[in-house]
């Protein structure tokens, strides 16, 4: 299985940017799909975006379609999240998470991932 450390969170300002990054060990990395989800406070952890492991297909909420871009580097076990244009709604602790080995589904529900990182915080000021 494989174990997932974020990092790449802190405050920033409406309108600014932001990489996160989620660090990778386990030999399955360039065999599983990754996402990131997220949780603001009081809220239920949702969906924010997926890579498929084989061939760069991408699914991303509405809400963060055109700001944000996951990517992946499978030679060095990583994935990442280029947040622009953020808002103050993007203020959230930012999870990533692995799916299935071998799994060719990019899901958007937790179900579909099976590893976690323990989440990063992005502050957003207006």
């Known amino acids: 299985q494989v174990q997932l450390v974020e990092s790449g969170g802190g405050l920033v300002q409406a309108g600014g940017s932001l990489r996160l990054s989620c660090a990778a060990s386990?030999?399955?990395?360039?065999?599983?799909?990754m996402g990131w989800f997220r949780q603001a406070p009081g809220k239920e952890r949702e969906f924010v975006a997926a890579?498929?492991?084989?061939?760069?297909?991408?699914n991303y909420a509405d809400s963060v379609k055109g700001r944000f871009t996951i990517s992946r580097d499978n030679a060095n076990n990583m994935a990442y999240l280029q947040m622009n244009s953020l808002k103050a709604e993007d203020t959230a602790v930012y999870y990533c998470?692995?799916?299935?080995?071998?799994?060719?589904?990019?899901?958007?529900?937790?179900?579909?991932?099976?590893?976690w990182g323990q989440g990063t915080q992005v502050t957003v000021s207006s």
């Open positions: 998470a692995a799916g299935r080995v071998w799994s060719l589904v990019i899901g958007t529900r937790e179900n579909d991932f099976v590893s």
């Open positions: 890579i498929s492991w084989n061939d760069g297909r991408t």
């Open positions: 386990g030999r399955t990395f360039s065999k599983v799909a």
